[in-house]
């Protein structure tokens, strides 16, 4: 099971930053949790800064240890910077994609939308939510899904046009993942080489 099920709130005053998105008791309580989180003063070490940011990222895409250093081992072999490569194949994966369309509010109920067959890709039923897409591969919402109250209101409040890399048509409720995007594309808050120092050691 890759998704935590706990206070996401209480994450996302870990980090400092909303990392689920628009969130109202984040808002009012922008401060580390716990009874001293107001007063903490802890300067954080080097590694701490580094693990932190993994850490980040993993709640962020929703993914397990073992999967993000699978991820990661790929990003290495591949082409390119290894940071910006990494953040390229979260972004391609099946949930994201979904998320990042609009069909749904959140990363983690695109995974649910996945993993309970209601999208498609290329025509074809994909129900692995790590499912890495390729450039000029279709998703869209399968065609008994389309009604789904979830879908169609996450639908009328997205605007997938601010992502370069991707293209929707909410008539045929079908969309395109154009190609990987380039890191200045990709509006999450991360600093990606502390991840690639941290697995360098």
Known sequence: MARFIGPKTKIARKFGEAIYGPDKVFEKKNYPPGQHGLNRRKKTSEYGSQLKEKQKVKYTYGVLERQFRNIYADAKRSKGVTGEVLLCLLESRLDNVVYRMGIAPTRAAARQLVSHRHIVVD?????????????????????????????SASLSNSSVSKYSWLEWDNHSMQGRFLNMPDRADIPENIQEQLIVDLYSK
């Open 123 to 151: 025509g074809s039923v994909v129900n692995i939510p790590s499912y890495r897409l390729k450039a000029g591969q279709t998703v869209g919402v399968r065609e008994k899904s389309k009604s789904l109250e979830v879908i």
